[in-house]
């Protein structure tokens, strides 16, 4: 009798501390969700955020920062996607274009785009016609790649131009999450040095973080004195740069057209398989 009236009470002790444990998860995600607010996105229309601020980085780049309602907001953009952007070209017709964020969700009350305006670009005419006070029409989130943590021991970036950009969310929501351990090596190439977007804050990663990310820059015309890549991407630096074909790496690309047809057939002269690869 007494052996059941233990049993009896062990049975609701342990009852009870599930219901703890559920409950205080529950309450902990609950609290968590309060606290990033709400998206701001919408994925089937257009809603417009106001441009606070334009940063010149170069002749042909700038950095625009636009607010969300209030500065508890969140754009709620999951790692890996992108957002649709609309405006309109020199004649006036609309065009729309996916671009990244460089902001995460633990940027509150605003998000950013760093945008290379190029001379015959539609919607470079559209960012180059945009002040402060105007309002960019955004919709979104898009994309086919969803982020876990650790979901691979390593990630190998290829990345031309403008392309950084996807690689700089993914590698700063990994570096900046201390429960992810996920190792980190990319090959950004460009044209010239001025062409190199995000280089200080790539460069802080890498004296940050030595043995979890790595930068390799390539450039077809460099200056004088460059301790870097030369040429075009090649399957030498993507051997020497990048971590070799296994079942826990991925390898994930971004640039130009040309550029992403000659990296995946390096890639698979590699050895690497298409479960290892993600082109954004």
């Keep these: ?18 219901v703890a444990i559920v409950g205080g998860t529950a309450y902990y995600f609950c609290v ?45 953009l999951p790692i890996g996607q992108h957002i649709s952007c609309r405006g309109k070209d020199s004649l006036g017709e609309e065009v729309i274009k996916p671009y990244t964020p460089t ?34 029409a955004v919709k979104g989130p898009k ?48 044209v010239t040095y001025d062409d190199i977007l995000l280089k200080e804050e790539l460069d802080n990663f890498a004296q940050k973080f030595p043995s979890r990310f790595r930068v390799y820059y390539v450039l077809n015309q460099p200056p004088e004195e460059w301790d870097g890549g030369v040429g075009f991407v090649s399957k030498e630096m993507i051997q020497t740069h990048c971590p070799a074909p296994s079942p826990d790496i991925k390898i994930l690309r ?12 390096h890639l698979d002269a590699l050895g690497y398989s298409s479960q ?5």
């Design 103 to 136: 902001t995460l969700d633990t940027d509150l009350g605003y998000f950013e785009l760093v945008i290379k305006m190029y001379p015959e670009g539609r919607m470079s005419h559209h960012f180059k016609e945009l002040q402060e006070g105007y309002y960019l």
């Design 32 to 76: 968590t969700k309060k606290s990033k607010g709400a998206s701001c996105l919408d994925p089937e229309n257009f809603k417009p955020f106001k441009l606070v601020k334009r940063t010149q980085i170069s002749h042909n780049v700038a950095k625009f920062r636009f607010s969300l309602p209030t500065p508890d907001s969140v754009l709620g």
């Design 1 to 18: 009798m007494e052996f059941l009236r233990t049993h009896k009470v062990e049975k609701i002790s342990i009852a009870v501390a599930v």
């Design 276 to 280: 290892m690869l993600f082109q954004f």
């Design 143 to 190: 994309g086919r790649f969803k982020y876990q943590p650790n979901e691979v021991r390593a990630f190998g970036m290829i990345a031309g131009g403008t392309g950084i950009t996807p690689m700089f969310q993914v590698t700063r929501a990994i570096l900046e999450n201390p429960q992810d351990k996920t190792n980190i090596h990319l090959i950004y190439a460009n």
């Design 254 to 265: 971004c640039g130009p057209p040309p550029m992403n047809k000659a990296m995946a057939a």
